[in-house]
């Protein structure tokens, strides 16, 4: 391949790692996803730096942690200066172009300071983590108002699913054999087919805007990263014929969790386990009438990428586009007696990240997994690498994952890193837990998993001894568990008091700073011959300037 790749950036919203033929599950079949895996490396410790959608994406598009962006949970601006991988990109001469969803919420206040309107292009972008909006789509509320950044609604319309809230109202409702219109949200209806033909569902729609974005950048010419961002399988759990009734009980599997668990004295731990989405989750009926909406709807996933792969084979766009796949976070699904995602468990913040490379340099590793551990944040220098994009060490604190992919040295990380704030949740509100308290931070080194929790004692799981991480070791008073809760603490510190704002200062800027002395700056020197054995140059040479 001679000429710069493109990226197709796919991530599905919520899927768990384990949802996936190729990750082991016994029951769900996903061939094209285990395609893709074939032709590309699959990573088998790839983890999130939150388990909420929002600030996980922040992470994912602009390579820095939660600490960092400062967008910590969903409804908090990512503040209009902090750089984007699309900024990046940019620079570089490509095209980085959204279709899907991204969760991000605009700094309106930080654009009418600086004067930025945000309806021109710089606002604009702003407002889309830098993306070029070729489609924007984050789904509704039963409530919202026609959406006016995504056309999906009167895509609907025009096909005739007319209504105040067609995305409601069809994409994401069913009927019951009365008639009547049920709502997804409602997770008794989650076994309706939804009211909407496969071919008009949001999934096969942003699949269709895909290709439309492919065909439109081929007559650009300039080369580009097209994030697919798909809303499913997030709930609302629904799903069109025929994935509605695919799966029943017998492909459920079995729940990951203990009595012990359920028993915890742990004060947020109890606090987790009592919110609503837990205590509804952790009933078995629950499980069986949800997770087969949830396995068709990744069925219908894998259909529509086997659909968009084919196309990108026909046409060659297979041979010049690297494709990534990836979730934003897990869902936990009754294990551990929790519902949605929001904390540390395998299923909530590690993801599947598949990456497949086309340029020869990749054709050693096709077909294998990678045990390294990953964080999300890597993406974004692996794709400024892809597009010949310089790298930027000041501001991106991801790692390139390219060494890995062209099977070569070159990558490595010890710990994994992933932070929640839970202010707005009903854990803070039963604790009484102040906002700036209301925190966690997960550190992962891939044995031990330690969580901080502001406030409370640790969490501390041994997954070689307890892969399923049910017990918590957290307070365990074992020497050798002490030992290494103090090893985990210091290096959450360590990587908590790292250089992370110091983002206009590039190497280049550093290097100038260091010459300060033969530029005429001088602190500290007592005379000529002591300046001139520092510098090395004559004194006689400088006009000194005095404080700066």
């Excluded at 992470?59 to 962006?69: D, I």
Aim: glycine content about 6%; proline content about 6%; hydrophobic content about 35%.
């Amino acid at each position: 391949m001679a000429r710069t790749p493109n990226v197709l950036w796919i991530m599905a919203d919520q899927l768990r790692f384990d949802y996936l033929s190729c990750t082991g599950h016994p029951h769900l079949h996903t061939p094209h996803i285990d395609a893709l895996a074939a032709r590309g490396v699959r990573f088998d410790r790839a983890y999130v730096q939150s388990p909420v959608c929002g600030p996980s994406r922040m992470s994912a598009y602009t390579g820095r942690y939660v600490r960092s962006h400062g967008s910590t949970w969903n409804g908090m601006p990512l503040r209009v200066g902090e750089p984007t991988l699309g900024d990046h990109l940019r620079d570089a001469g490509a095209r980085a172009v959204l279709v899907g969803k991204t969760h991000m919420i605009a700094d309106r206040e930080g654009m009418a300071w600086l004067g930025i309107d945000p309806a021109s292009e710089i606002g604009v972008r702003r407002s889309e983590c830098g993306f070029e909006p070729f489609e924007r789509d984050d789904g509704l509320h039963p409530d919202s108002q026609r959406q006016n950044w995504s056309a999906y609604d009167d895509y609907l319309v025009a096909h005739g699913y007319e209504s105040e809230n067609p995305w409601e109202d069809f994409a994401n409702s069913g009927l019951d054999d009365d008639g009547e219109l049920l709502s997804a949200w409602l997770l008794k209806n989650s076994r309706l087919p939804a009211n909407v033909p496969e071919e008009h569902s949001e999934t096969a729609y942003m699949t269709d805007r895909a290709i439309a974005f492919m065909e439109e950048a081929e007559r650009d010419g300039r080369p580009w990263m097209c994030h697919l961002s798909y809303i499913k399988p997030h709930w609302p759990y629904i799903v069109p014929a025929p994935y509605h009734d695919m799966y029943d009980e017998r492909h459920i599997v079995d729940p990951v969790r203990s009595r012990a668990e359920r028993d915890t004295d742990h004060p947020l731990m109890r606090a987790y386990l009592d919110a609503r989405v837990c205590r509804s989750f952790s009933r078995d009926h629950v499980r069986r009438h949800v997770i087969p909406a949830y396995m068709g709807l990744i069925k219908q996933l894998d259909d529509n990428l086997g659909r968009l792969f084919a196309w990108m084979d026909e046409t060659g766009r297979s041979e010049d586009t690297i494709v990534a796949f990836t979730s934003d976070h897990g869902d936990y699904m009754g294990d551990h007696w929790m519902g949605d995602k929001d904390f540390y468990h395998e299923m909530a913040v590690k993801v599947p990240l598949i990456v497949a490379d086309p340029r020869p340099e990749a054709d050693a590793t096709r077909g294998t997994v990678s045990d390294a551990l990953v964080e999300m944040i890597d993406l974004a220098p692996t794709f400024m690498a892809a597009l010949g994009c310089e790298a930027k060490p000041h501001v991106i604190e991801g790692r390139d994952l390219t060494p890995i992919l062209h099977g070569r040295d070159g990558f490595s990380r010890r710990y994994a890193i992933s932070e929640h704030d839970y202010h707005w949740s009903e854990m803070a509100a039963t604790l009484d837990v102040p906002q700036e308290d209301a925190r966690t931070t997960m550190i992962f080194d891939g044995r031990w998993k330690y969580v901080r929790c502001e406030g409370f004692a640790p969490i501390l799981f041994d997954l070689e001894a307890d892969p399923d991480e049910v017990v918590d070791i957290g307070r365990s008073e074992a020497p050798e568990h002490a030992a290494v809760r103090a090893r985990m603490e210091a290096a959450l510190l360590d990587w908590a008091t790292r250089h992370h704002t110091r983002i206009t200062a590039t190497p280049a800027v550093l290097a100038r700073q260091k010459t300060a002395a033969k530029d005429g700056i001088l602190i500290g020197f007592w005379d000529e011959d002591e300046y001139e054995r520092a510098v090395g140059q004559a004194f006689s040479d400088l006009k000194p300037r005095g404080k700066g």
